[in-house]
């Protein structure tokens, strides 16, 4: 059974993911970029808006429970 997960912004462009049962902290992701939004997590991944160097926003979309990135579209 895979663990349910929330995710919130944390310091420094990071995403902090808890685990919903105990409220303790899991994974924290670097994202490198500006956030723009607040994170949305699902099953198998979480996503976030985010606003490059350069000023355009993308989406990142990082799995779980890895916190790996998977893809990264434009907006």
């Known amino acids: 059974m895979r663990k349910r997960l929330i995710a919130s912004t944390g310091p420094n ?3 902090k993911l808890f685990e919903a049962e105990t409220g303790q902290l899991f994974r ?40 790996n990135l998977l893809r990264t579209s434009s907006t």
């Open 28 to 67: 924290m992701i670097n994202v490198n970029e500006d956030i723009s939004s607040q994170p949305i997590c699902t099953e198998t991944e979480v996503f976030v808006t985010v606003t490059t160097s350069s000023g355009k926003q993308q989406i990142k979309y990082y799995g779980l429970p890895g916190g």
């Open 13 to 15: 462009n990071t995403i």
